[in-house]
């Protein structure tokens, strides 16, 4: 690395997320770690952020922050946009001004998921929905900063907080038939992996110019896919498995449409991002999102346990 790490801060914005809690870890030995969130800090507003970032001078910022309330995001447009979007381009701003890296994370959201195909990061963007939009606008705001890496995500889950995996164990110990959306295609992807991936391409970065083509958009998802009910079936299966009093079974879940559960954001049909970039970019080995979720899966039940 052409810094000497040793002697430097890496700013982590969004440290109590699902992925910011994991990322604690990851970063940990690149640098001393300046862990930030709310309600230490409103990510409505730049001004405390930069002045942290222009203060400690961090070799790389790296923002897990957002604002992810895909539904509330349509009547609320104007705080998802200054959290996905006007801040982080300000964040970038400032990066570029003191010489530091900037990593930020983004969505399949991004794509309408009409495409009759794998997306990839050449794929024009056409998001449906607010959220969508505003972490659009996010990429694009970030690139303000020549050294950035983005990466694209999907469906992401993590022991901490809350998220699918809690809400269908939750369900399935209170009802004997659930009903989730089987139309929707995607790749369930976890926090750590989210986190370890980060922390690996960084440490590769970090220190590298901005003339370095390896700077940009990825997209960063487990392999394979599976509908938001197979993906609950496959909860659920693990749950009972491991012994946990449940009322539903894989077999009592039924599949839905879309249309069958109304919700305010209109949600990409097609989720598939493909990593042949960052895979053959960075050498990376990516697991299949059993693999890589199935261990969150069963901290999660081992906490409902006790």
Not at 221 to 226: A, D, F, L, N, S
């Amino acid at each position: 690395m052409a810094n000497d790490m040793a002697q430097s801060s890496i700013l982590l914005l969004g440290s109590n997320g699902q992925v910011g809690h994991e990322l604690r870890t990851t970063l940990a030995p690149l640098g001393a770690l300046i862990a930030v969130d709310f309600p230490d800090i409103d990510f409505t507003e730049p001004g405390p952020i930069l002045d942290i970032i222009r203060g400690h001078k961090p070799v790389a910022v790296v923002n897990a922050a957002a604002y992810t309330a895909v539904d509330k995001a349509e009547s609320e447009k104007d705080k998802a946009y200054a959290v996905n979007a006007a801040t982080p381009g300000k964040i970038a701003g400032a990066c570029e001004e003191i010489g530091a890296c900037l990593v930020h994370y983004s969505t399949d959201y991004v794509f309408d998921g009409t495409k009759n195909g794998i997306y990839d990061e050449a794929d024009i963007t056409c998001p449906a929905s607010e959220y969508g939009r505003s972490k659009r606008d996010g990429e694009i705001a970030v690139a303000g900063c020549f050294r950035h890496l983005t990466f694209r995500t999907s469906w992401v889950v993590g022991p901490h907080g809350h998220n699918f995996i809690r809400t269908m164990l939750r369900l399935a110990g209170e009802r004997e038939t659930l009903r989730v959306v089987g139309d929707q295609f995607g790749a369930p992807t976890s926090a750590p992996m989210l986190a370890q991936v980060t922390a690996s391409v960084l440490a590769e970065m970090i220190g590298l110019p901005k003339s370095d083509r390896r700077w940009g958009l990825y997209h960063l998802v487990c392999g394979g896919e599976t509908t938001w009910h197979g993906f609950a079936q496959h909860i659920v299966g693990r749950g009972a498995a491991a012994g946990l009093p449940l009322k539903a079974r894989p077999d009592t879940i039924v599949a839905i449409t879309t249309a069958e559960y109304p919700v305010p954001a209109k949600r990409p049909a097609n989720s598939r991002l493909s990593t042949s970039k960052i895979s053959s970019t960075f050498g990376l080995s990516i697991p299949d999102w059993q693999q890589a979720v199935d261990p969150v899966i069963d901290r999660i039940i081992s906490e409902i346990k006790g």
